[in-house]
């Protein structure tokens, strides 16, 4: 598995949450072995709405960077939408060095 940096701004993570990003990190291994390293930020914007639990995640491969921020109801449904995301892009990105 890549080098994940996770960090909880003014927060403290579950080791559950922890568990999840992991998890769900791990799954861009199958899609690219040339990554360096994976940031995630997870934050609480507007704390009195609804959908307020940002994941922001960076991924390092040689030469390119890919990013994607979502914000969801929970910090697992954003971390899944925003890894869905990355996957998507490292694809394209690979299937654009191919042609």
Do not use: C, W, Y
């Not at 990554?35 to 709405?49: A, G, T």
């Not at 994607?68 to 996957?87: H, P, V």
């Amino acid at each position: 598995m890549s080098k994940v940096k996770i960090q909880a701004i003014h927060f403290d993570i579950s080791k559950q949450l922890e568990a999840h990003t992991n998890k769900k990190l791990a799954k861009l291994d199958k899609v690219s072995d040339e990554i360096l390293s994976i940031e995630v930020s997870l934050k609480v914007v507007k704390p009195e709405s609804a959908d307020n639990k940002e994941a922001q995640i960076k991924v390092l491969v040689p030469g390119n960077e890919f990013f994607a921020s979502k914000t969801t109801d929970t910090f697992e449904e954003s971390i899944d939408t925003a890894t869905e995301a990355i996957e998507k892009q490292i694809i394209k990105f690979k299937e654009k060095m191919r042609s």
